[in-house]
């Protein structure tokens, strides 16, 4: 079955925006091979607001290729996006009842792994809901104070196990979990 993957960029003080929305402290290196990571998902999972902002986005036509072709791979994939609004977009299917049953049929569907991409408050409802898979938070050197939090009213503790951890030139660790399983007792 395809895995729901959260793949973020978080500040070592737990923000994934600064107060502002601002993701300019944001690094990519290209040791940390993303292009590996966009080529085993084919589904991104956005909010609306998200969605608005990057789900269309293109870089400046002064941007180098690297970037052109991050963009070109991201809107390659198949897009649904989570929201209270019911609207049309030719590029995106949007979602607006039932997220843990249509978040079920899509990952029972073939294909590769999904990506969650965000904002912070459908993270938070796939948080609380148990529908993240694989957690892959890149921690980058920077503190920022005050910003969006990522664990932000978590309705119960959240149990992770650590499954691997890469650490970049740049001074990015990723740190990939998977949710603890419970464990079950015969009696």
């Known amino acids: 079955m395809r895995k729901v993957i959260l793949d973020l960029a978080v500040t070592l003080d737990g ?5 502002n929305g601002e993701i ?14 966009l080529a085993g ?9 998200s969605y608005d902002a990057w789900g269309d986005f293109q870089p400046d ?5 690297a970037e052109q072709n991050l963009w070109k ?3 390659a994939k198949h897009k649904f996006v989570f929201s209270s609004q019911n609207r049309q977009d030719e590029n995106a299917t949007f979602i607006n009842t039932n997220i843990a049953g249509k978040v079920a049929e899509i990952k029972a569907q073939e294909g590769k792994d999904i990506w969650l991409y965000g904002g912070a408050g459908l993270i938070r409802t796939f948080i609380n809901a148990g529908l993240i898979d694989i957690y892959r938070l890149s921690v980058h050197p920077v503190a920022l104070g005050t910003g969006k939090p990522l664990f932000k009213n978590l309705q119960q ?11 970049f030139r740049s001074g990015v660790v990723q740190l990939i979990y998977e949710p603890a399983k419970l464990k079950v007792i015969d009696l």
């Open 61 to 65: 036509a002064n941007a180098g290729a």
């Open 73 to 75: 791979a991201v809107h």
């Open 157 to 167: 503790r959240l149990k992770l196990n650590l499954v691997k951890t890469n650490v």
């Open 24 to 37: 300019d402290w944001c690094i990519l290196d290209d040791d940390m091979n993303f292009d590996e990571f």
């Open 15 to 19: 923000f994934i925006e600064g107060t």
């Open 41 to 49: 998902i084919d589904t991104i999972f956005y909010g609306r607001v």
